[in-house]
């Protein structure tokens, strides 16, 4: 795990953004005076969800205190709630039951969140699920990995009523006998931070599936991995085959890729990709999701054969270069 002096020091770093940064010292202050909304707010920040009313209570809070004068804009509220939270964050963090290369990327965010905004390509907005996304790494709700992250969450039994009947039978086995049960698995989600935003890199995604593999050893109950997204479905791939390498590493070592339904043409499915708003405007392009079940005894086996991916080891130069997609 990082050693004392590594948390020691990222706890500082968060320490003095809270009390010099000229953008967070006035609510930093409001806080130790006891302010009502921002007491409400820091409690609200560990519910954050895509979905529920912890976002929209926020904005609440937030417009608030904008008008009592408070100085809240260019995502002061934002960067306040997220770097308070990751100050606190940090006693629990050596005892989380992760791989040591997740706890050195937690002290990495939480110092790049208490840095100038400007150090992250996605602004502290509470509008936008990045400040989703950073809120829960900041409460140790989201564990970041590298180009993914994930959460510790499950297949929601609603997704049934998604799936083309055709193709139930096969979901559920999937479900029921190779990831034993609905929950609890890791469940992988796209950093919003990560560098290079359009840009996907395949050893960057394994790495990541590493550290996951990693952590889900300190972590017996974790059945496996689980992620749905039009990045995963096959629909997608016929259309852009450069992304085709995403499902490779589940195909080819006892995952499975199986269909849940039609994916909204605002999920970013055509976003930065003419060849599929093209398609998709000429009809040949129906846009879907795909869910995505890797059981932890397959997960775990490809990580024990692929000890080169380790943070710890000296990697080779690959005599091929790897995958790199444009999402």
């Known amino acids: 795990m990082p050693d004392t002096a590594v948390l ?20 930093s202050a409001a806080w130790r005076g006891g302010h009502a909304r921002l007491r409400e707010s820091r409690g609200l920040l560990p519910r954050v969800r895509t979905y529920g009313p912890a976002v929209p209570q926020l904005a609440v809070h937030k417009a608030a ?10 995502g002061a509220f934002e960067r306040y709630l997220i770097v308070a939270a990751a100050h606190d964050a940090i006693g629990a963090l050596a005892a989380l039951p992760v791989d040591q290369r997740v706890k050195e990327l937690f002290c990495r965010n939480f110092e790049v969140y208490a840095a100038s905004p400007g150090k992250l390509p996605e602004p502290f907005d509470v509008s936008r699920a990045s400040f989703i ?95 749905a997204s039009w990045l995963h479905s096959p629909d997608t791939h016929a259309v852009s085959p450069h992304l085709s390498w995403l499902n490779a590493v589940f195909l080819e070592n006892g995952g499975h890729v199986l269909p849940l339904g039609p994916a909204r043409a605002d999920s970013g499915v055509l976003h930065r990709s003419p060849e599929r708003q093209k398609a ?7 846009p879907t999701t795909s869910l ?25 130069t690959p005599a091929i270069a790897m995958g790199e997609a444009r999402a």
């Open 8 to 27: 020691e020091a990222t706890r500082e770093v968060c320490r003095s953004a809270l009390e010099r940064d000229e953008d967070l010292t006035p609510l």
């Open 65 to 74: 205190l904008a008008a009592e004068g408070y100085p809240v804009a260019g």
């Open 133 to 227: 996304a950073m809120g829960r790494i900041a409460t140790l709700s989201r564990f970041p990995a590298g180009q993914l992250d994930w959460e510790v969450s499950g297949v929601p039994r609603s997704w049934l009523a998604k799936v083309p009947r055709r193709s139930l039978p096969r979901l559920m086995s999937a479900i029921l006998f190779d990831l034993g049960g609905f929950q609890p698995a890791f469940f992988s989600h796209l950093n919003p931070n990560r560098r290079n935003q359009g840009v996907l890199l395949e050893r960057e995604s394994l790495r990541s599936y590493h550290r996951m593999a990693r952590s889900m050893e300190q972590q017996p109950e974790i059945k496996g991995l689980i992620t």
């Open 280 to 286: 998709y405007e000429s009809g040949a392009f129906t």
């Open 292 to 316: 995505v079940i890797w059981p932890r005894a397959a997960m775990l086996a490809w990580a024990a054969a692929h000890q080169e991916l380790r943070d710890d080891r000296p990697r080779p």
